[in-house]
């Protein structure tokens, strides 16, 4: 719609389209609205619909299979998702700060979790991530403390502030997850468990969807058009790392092509993992850097109090000294790019 629509017209051209079987869908954006049309378009044509208003500036056709995901959805325009935290709203995007996530892989106990989190948000972390459900490739491995994990999530969110982001893998969870965790994260391995995908997607947390081990940028952005589908419209994707032929060194294969080639196709925000990405603290600095060089809109970082002892991916988590010291060399490529928190900057 052209700059300052009436609200009266773009009521009027929603119910018009709704008369003719669609399911309009009012985008706000910062700049333009953009009225989505979902259904069955393929037999109407560009004309026919703009000769309904003089307000129409232009009418779009999204050919990609993902649409909602699509960047040409909001006709080009940044998306952006905030979510809700005890310290204040913190929006994820390619116009905001770059916000840090950090925290260990698994919630192991109520000391070592608040301890955590009181470390991270001192060196300028937003969340505190910790899997109380641990997607483990072996049944006999430590599987997360489950429900018990979640109350001292919420202990560590009350006492520090921080947003809480944490995995659900089970949809009969999702309810129990959604109650402590500000984000629900999709993990890797459920990336293509599709049952879930609508699942988080009919309920108001927003999600953060991490990319499959062995996932295409389309079958991500599919998935992710899943949990815009059923409602939700607040997704950030996660690269964490993908599969490749040579594990000799590294966990994975951090995939940081994604940052341009994601920016071209979508509207979503984008983390990068360069934890399960590596799966190697000591190569954690170095993509992290790279990452905000490329243009992450934000960091997952895993932070253990005592790495060694860590029940679950222990050799890629650094320890809270690092993860200090990681914080400061990240703001100078953060201020460089001008894209680092205004409140962080004190630390560096
Ligand atoms: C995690 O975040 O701890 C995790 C299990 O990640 P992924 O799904 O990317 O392996
Ligand atoms: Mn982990």
Same mark, same amino acid.
């Given at each position: 719609m052209k700059v300052g629509s009436p609200q009266t017209e773009i $009521?009027? @051209?929603?119910?018009?389209? !709704? %008369?003719? =079987?669609?399911?309009?869908?009012?985008?706000?954006?910062k700049h333009k609205v953009v009225i989505g049309l979902v259904g069955e378009t393929a037999s109407l044509?560009?004309?026919?619909?703009?000769?309904?208003?003089?307000?129409?500036?232009?009418?779009?056709?999204?050919?990609?299979p993902y649409k909602r995901a699509s960047r040409e959805f909001r006709h080009g325009e940044a998306g952006e998702v905030w979510v809700s935290t005890p310290d204040g709203d913190v929006p994820f995007g390619e116009s905001h700060p770059i916000v840090v996530v950090a925290g260990p892989c698994s919630v192991e106990n109520e000391a070592m979790i608040i301890e955590t989190a009181q470390r991270v948000k001192a060196a300028g972390a937003k969340f505190l991530r910790g899997g109380a459900y641990k997607p483990r490739t072996s049944p006999y491995a430590f599987q997360g403390h489950g429900e018990s994990a979640? $109350?001292? @999530?919420?202990?560590?969110? !009350? %006492?520090? =502030?921080l947003g809480i982001i944490t995995e659900v893998m089970d949809t009969a969870d999702v309810e129990k997850v959604g109650e402590v965790a500000d984000v629900l994260q999709v993990g890797a391995r459920n990336m293509h468990n599709f049952a879930l995908l609508k699942k988080?997607?009919?309920?108001?947390?927003?999600?953060?969807?991490?990319?499959?081990?062995s996932a295409t940028i389309d079958e991500w952005l599919m998935?992710?058009?899943?949990?815009?589908a059923a409602g939700n419209p607040n997704v950030?994707?996660?690269?964490?790392?993908?599969?490749?032929?040579?594990?000799?060194?590294?966990?994975?294969?951090?995939?940081?092509?994604?940052?341009?080639?994601?920016?071209?196709l979508t509207h979503l925000p984008i983390m990068i993992d360069p934890s399960h990405g590596t799966g190697r603290w000591e190569f954690v600095p170095a993509m992290a850097k790279a990452a905000i060089a490329g243009g992450t809109d934000s960091l997952m970082i895993e932070v253990h109090p005592n790495p060694a002892k860590a029940l679950s991916d222990g050799p890629q988590s650094l320890n809270p000294e690092r993860f200090d010291g990681l914080m400061q060399e990240l703001a100078v490529i953060g201020?460089?790019?001008?894209?680092?928190?205004?409140?962080a900057m004190a630390i560096a």
């Amino acid at each position: 719609m052209k700059v300052g629509s009436p609200q009266t017209e773009i $009521d009027r @051209l929603c119910q018009e389209f !709704e %008369a003719w =079987g669609l399911s309009p869908e009012a985008i706000i954006g910062k700049h333009k609205v953009v009225i989505g049309l979902v259904g069955e378009t393929a037999s109407l044509n560009e004309e026919q619909i703009e000769e309904n208003s003089e307000w129409i500036e232009q009418v779009l056709r999204v050919e990609r299979p993902y649409k909602r995901a699509s960047r040409e959805f909001r006709h080009g325009e940044a998306g952006e998702v905030w979510v809700s935290t005890p310290d204040g709203d913190v929006p994820f995007g390619e116009s905001h700060p770059i916000v840090v996530v950090a925290g260990p892989c698994s919630v192991e106990n109520e000391a070592m979790i608040i301890e955590t989190a009181q470390r991270v948000k001192a060196a300028g972390a937003k969340f505190l991530r910790g899997g109380a459900y641990k997607p483990r490739t072996s049944p006999y491995a430590f599987q997360g403390h489950g429900e018990s994990a979640l $109350d001292l @999530l919420a202990a560590a969110r !009350e %006492a520090s =502030g921080l947003g809480i982001i944490t995995e659900v893998m089970d949809t009969a969870d999702v309810e129990k997850v959604g109650e402590v965790a500000d984000v629900l994260q999709v993990g890797a391995r459920n990336m293509h468990n599709f049952a879930l995908l609508k699942k988080v997607g009919a309920q108001p947390k927003p999600v953060l969807l991490k990319r499959g081990m062995s996932a295409t940028i389309d079958e991500w952005l599919m998935a992710a058009e899943y949990v815009l589908a059923a409602g939700n419209p607040n997704v950030i994707l996660c690269e964490r790392g993908i599969r490749t032929f040579d594990r000799s060194h590294a966990r994975n294969t951090l995939d940081l092509a994604v940052l341009p080639v994601l920016r071209s196709l979508t509207h979503l925000p984008i983390m990068i993992d360069p934890s399960h990405g590596t799966g190697r603290w000591e190569f954690v600095p170095a993509m992290a850097k790279a990452a905000i060089a490329g243009g992450t809109d934000s960091l997952m970082i895993e932070v253990h109090p005592n790495p060694a002892k860590a029940l679950s991916d222990g050799p890629q988590s650094l320890n809270p000294e690092r993860f200090d010291g990681l914080m400061q060399e990240l703001a100078v490529i953060g201020n460089a790019v001008n894209r680092w928190p205004k409140s962080a900057m004190a630390i560096a």
